[in-house]
């Protein structure tokens, strides 16, 4: 068989590299590209190669949804003789066929926020604010070269630097966010210890080794009661801090960013 892809082709697994699992709107709108049957055929090719396999159902209701896709052999394969794809990185990879529907799911989402940034960016071309996003995802976190490689400890999913600034002006504002997507099955002890953790990061030293200023903290629940309670147990632990001014933690429901974007206005503080 013929295993030749084409450049656009070699983009998507890039893509599928930094977000795990992709359906095909997501993997249109990240090459930017106007023809959905061209993407069709692309990844109906790469699946024949092995490069990628594919997630369908045929059952009734779930045949409308897209297909979703993540790397396969080959894909993998081929990565590695790239430079920028760690071999311990791309091991993992082997794996992803017995991931969960939360871990494909919250995959998903996170390269839905990416887009929802893209977009926001572009928008703002023509407003007196322009917005520029710097993003790093789980694979960049987890390269130990990478300078918040240690960020992995507290399970941080995306990091995002904000860099903002009007037209008339030459002075660019940045800022940090540190993105963390809650599963619908993690236990309420843990979610507790999640919000401890990024307390003892604020805390601690290792942002200030890097960065100045201490990031806002975007908390993803599955839903609104997780929500309530993430937000009520946060701000009792803040309050045991003493308050601290400059720590802030946020949170939405999928739901909510889902519908709306990460960039409107559906994040509530809990402190």
């Given at each position: 068989m013929n295993k030749t892809i084409t450049p656009k082709q070699e983009l998507i697994l890039q893509y599928l590299y930094q977000?795990?699992?992709?359906?095909?709107?997501?993997?249109?709108?990240?090459?930017?590209?106007?023809?959905?049957?061209?993407?069709n055929d692309w990844?109906?090719?790469?699946?024949?190669?092995?490069y990628i396999n594919r997630i369908y159902s045929n059952k009734f209701g779930e045949n409308t949804k897209p297909a979703i896709y993540y790397l396969a052999l080959n894909g993998i394969r081929l990565l590695k003789t790239y430079e920028g794809y760690p071999l311990e990185i791309l091991r993992t990879?082997?794996?992803l066929k017995d991931r969960s529907n939360d871990f494909?799911?919250?995959?998903?989402?996170?390269?839905?926020?990416?887009?929802?940034?893209?977009?926001?960016?572009?928008?703002?071309?023509?407003?007196?604010?322009?917005?520029?996003?710097?993003?790093?995802?789980?694979?960049?976190?987890?390269?130990?070269?990478?300078?918040?490689?240690?960020?992995?400890?507290?399970?941080?999913?995306?990091?995002?630097?904000?860099?903002?600034?009007?037209?008339?002006?030459?002075?660019?504002?940045?800022n940090f966010f540190l993105f963390a997507v809650i599963a619908p099955?993690?236990?309420?002890?843990?979610?507790?210890?999640?919000?401890?953790?990024?307390?003892?990061?604020?805390?601690?030293?290792e942002w200030d080794n890097v960065e100045k200023t201490f990031p806002t903290i975007m908390i993803i629940c599955p839903n609104l009661s997780t929500l309530i309670y993430a937000?009520?147990?946060?701000?009792?632990?803040?309050k045991d801090e003493d308050e601290p001014k400059d720590l802030h933690?946020?949170?939405?429901?999928?739901?909510?960013?889902?519908?709306?974007?990460?960039?409107?206005?559906?994040?509530?503080?809990?402190?």
């Open positions: 977000y795990k699992f992709l359906n095909r709107i997501q993997i249109q709108a990240l090459l930017n590209h106007k023809y959905h049957k061209r993407i990844l109906k090719d790469l699946t024949q190669k092995e990879f082997y794996r494909i799911e919250k995959s998903m989402l996170l390269a839905e926020i990416v887009l929802n940034l893209k977009a926001r960016a572009k928008q703002s071309q023509t407003e007196e604010t322009v917005y520029n996003y710097l993003i790093a995802t789980a694979v960049n976190l987890a390269d130990p070269d990478y300078r918040f490689n240690f960020l992995t400890e507290w399970k941080v999913d995306l990091v995002v630097k904000v860099q903002k600034k009007k037209k008339t002006s030459k002075r660019t504002i940045s099955t993690l236990p309420k002890y843990s979610i507790r210890k999640r919000i401890k953790n990024f307390i003892e990061l604020y805390n601690g030293y937000k009520r147990m946060t701000r009792a632990l803040w933690i946020q949170f939405a429901t999928i739901e909510k960013v889902k519908e709306y974007g990460v960039t409107d206005n559906v994040w509530e503080a809990a402190c």
